[in-house]
């Protein structure tokens, strides 16, 4: 009988899950790929599901990218899953960006400044033909070696790089940053109230959809929000992270991470009584993601619109819209719920629509009975 | 399980939850925000009431877990033995045995005892979130006890359609105080909820809410005094038990029309059609 075949859950998954796992290996006869391939040679795949992970372990994010045959949202989920059930012994010292060994830095609005432009490792200048030398089993030998950088062969690379916007901030010219000591709010252990704090924002962001950041950055650009943004600097690179035991009462370096920062500079505010000063936006993401920590600062400075007394009524400017929707994991699992039975809801919405469309059937002139 | 605390959360974890249970049992109907932590099963999938399980579990605990009224459906299926793994409970189909039961979208048929906790799998906890998406505005009216707008809502339903077209998630009010998701149980199970004596928490992950009902708490659906509330149930017996009294699902048996309604409780319809066997010999 039909009604049987809806029954027998328990050997269904067990079947669905034999299955994923063949379908995950592939064919066979094709070497098995291993996660140190993943995290030297899929880096930027890597970084993507550190960020929305929220857990900087190349490892781990290249095994969950393993297990979930690359799905990115879907390792994401893994690794978020996994960190959740860490302990946390300590919280790091503020990182000091200013202080990065710096891998590319690019400013858009001084043609040269202290520290230099230093184009890195980008895809920007490429022209985008495939390569089909890729494709052939094409050995380390086709790979250019490495020549050693201006600052290298100096042998003095500068110890602190300073950041463009604090130059301009130095000036006058650019808004600054109210600054405190208070410990930053933290939306994996309490959930989230509004008005929500930049700390807060900022947190959601970094953690948020790569793909929902961009799209929004975009409808900032064409209209909905717009800001006038520069990229005043774009830096990626390694920091060192520190943290400070209280038994013993100074710092130390337990390692280093990789980081992209990318601060916009907005037009001005101001006033009769206040000058003019320009605003930022900033976007900070684990690993190399120009395009996440673009589309990052080009959202907080919307976010911001508020505060600066800006008229808020576009999408990317309602904080509230914004941090409910740019969690991946939160959202494909509520998109993605709607495959879960719901045949009672829809049960009972049949009987309802039955019932409404009888009575208009037998009440074909008067329609629908007017409340007494 | 190796590597894992009893039912998977650690300790600390457990507490927060079980304070903001606490808190939702002394506010009937209020939601309760809670730090929600990312669980190995997706939100959607009830990472809001398998928090709450994990948190009022303990070792002597008998665990039923059903959706849509029934336990061999899969994510049935799958909850239940995510607490077989991580919590070594003993897990039942039996809705008279168990000591918690996790439920999506269903209350049982066999009316719950003083013994037991009802745990719902809530995807959205806030009533008005139809009519109001800001969470910052909800929790004023909520703050106000401002339920115009659900009024209206009602009142728009009867003004075209002739009743209220809420077929499931039917709105309550708890206790005379606060209007309450019942979750998105159909309309015919929200009697059930008033003054049962079971105590029911309502746990929602993803939008990190607790909320409960305890003990013997008026639960009334929304309605007008000249349009009370009323049922809606398909109107056959159950093609296995023969039940007329019980939720039914409409299974679809060919292309051609044919149907049968069987009842989406499966452990009641086998209950019953125990007792009849028993009869018959």
């Known amino acids: ?83 959740t059930t860490l302990p946390r012994f300590a919280s790091s010292r503020p990182v000091e960006t200013s202080a990065m060994l710096i891998h590319r830095r690019i400013s858009a609005i001084y043609k040269d400044l202290p520290g230099g432009q230093v184009l890195g490792p980008t895809y920007d200048y490429t022209h985008r033909l495939l390569d089909f030398a890729l494709a052939a089993d094409a050995d380390s030998a086709m790979v250019p070696a490495a020549v050693p ?35 930053p709010g933290d939306i994996t252990r309490e959930p989230m109230s509004f008005p929500a704090g930049r700390d807060i924002r900022l947190q959601a962001l970094a953690r948020g959809d790569e793909g929902f950041l961009l799209a929004l950055g975009y409808s900032t650009q064409r209209g909905y929000g717009n800001s006038h943004p520069f990229v005043g600097e774009l830096r990626m690179g390694d920091v060192s992270i520190e943290i400070e035991p209280p038994e013993l009462g100074f710092a130390i370096d337990i390692g280093r991470i990789t980081l992209t920062e990318c601060e916009m500079v ?22 190399h993601g120009e395009r996440k920590a673009m589309g990052m600062a080009l959202v907080d400075r919307a976010m911001r619109a508020e505060e600066l007394g800006e008229d808020a009524d576009a999408p ?57 | 399980m190796n590597g894992y605390n009893f039912a998977y959360l650690d300790e600390p ?28 099963l997706p939100y959607g999938w009830g990472t809001g009431g398998i928090q709450v399980t994990a948190a009022i579990l303990g070792a002597d605990d008998v665990l039923k877990v059903i959706d849509q009224g029934a336990d061999d459906t899969t994510n049935a299926v799958s909850i239940r033995r995510f607490f077989s793994h991580v919590a070594g409970v003993e897990t039942t189909t039996r809705t008279r045995d168990a000591t918690v039961i996790q439920t999506r979208h269903r209350i049982p048929e066999t009316p719950l005892t003083g013994d037991q906790i009802l745990v719902y799998q809530v995807p959205l906890p806030e009533p008005l979130a139809k ?133 989406s409780d499966t452990d009641y319809c086998a209950d019953r059609r125990g007792e009849m066997e028993g009869d018959a010999s």
Request: aromatic residues 8%; negative net charge.
């Open chain 2, 131 to 263: 009519l109001e998406p800001s969470r910052a505005e909800t929790k004023q009216m909520h703050a106000l006890a401002d339920y115009g707008l659900m009024h209206v809502k009602l009142y728009e339903d009867i003004a075209r359609f002739g009743h209220v077209t809420i077929s499931y998630d039917y709105p309550v009010m708890v206790n005379g105080r606060y209007l309450m998701s019942p979750s998105p149980i159909p309309a015919f199970d929200t009697l059930k909820m008033n003054r049962m004596p079971a105590l029911q928490l309502f746990g929602a992950g993803r939008e990190k809410r607790i909320y409960a009902v305890p003990p013997y708490t008026t639960v009334r659906p929304l309605d007008f005094d000249d349009h009370p509330f009323s049922l809606t149930r398909a109107p056959h017996a159950c093609a296995l038990c023969g039940a007329t009294n019980s939720y039914l699902d409409e299974v679809v048996t060919d292309d051609r029309g044919s149907r049968m309604f069987v009842c």
């Open chain 1, 316 to 372: 990317a400017q309602d904080i509230e819209f914004v941090l409910y929707h740019s969690d991946n994991i939160e959202a494909t699992g509520f998109v993605e719920h709607l495959k879960l039975p719901h045949y009672v809801d829809f049960q009972s919405e049949l009987e309802t629509i039955r019932q409404i469309r009888r009575r208009a059937e037998t009440k074909p002139d008067t329609g629908a009975g007017e409340p007494q």
């Open chain 1, 266 to 287: 907005n037009q001005f505010g101001g006033s009769k009584t206040e000058p003019p000063q320009f605003t930022r936006g900033y976007g900070l993401c684990f690993g």
């Open chain 1, 1 to 83: 009988m039909a009604y049987v075949a809806v029954k027998g859950g328990e050997r269904a998954i067990d079947a669905a899950h034999d299955w994923l796992a063949r379908t995950r290996r592939g064919e066979t006869a094709v070497p098995e790929i291993k996660t140190d391939q993943i995290a030297e040679q899929l880096g930027r795949a890597v970084d993507r599901v550190m960020a929305e992970g929220s857990c900087y372990d190349r490892d781990l994010a290249a095994l969950a990218i393993k297990q979930a045959q690359g799905d990115l949202i879907e390792a994401a989920f893994l690794l978020r899953a996994y960190r």
């Open chain 2, 13 to 40: 974890t457990k507490r927060m939850i079980r304070r903001a249970i606490l808190k939702a049992v002394a506010i009937p109907g209020h939601q309760v925000p809670f730090g929600a932590r990312e669980m190995p």
């Open chain 1, 149 to 183: 950088s201006s600052t290298e062969a100096d042998q003095s690379p500068p110890a602190v790089t300073p950041r463009v916007l604090d130059m301009l901030q130095a000036e006058g010219l650019m808004g600054a940053e109210p600054q405190s000591d208070a410990v």
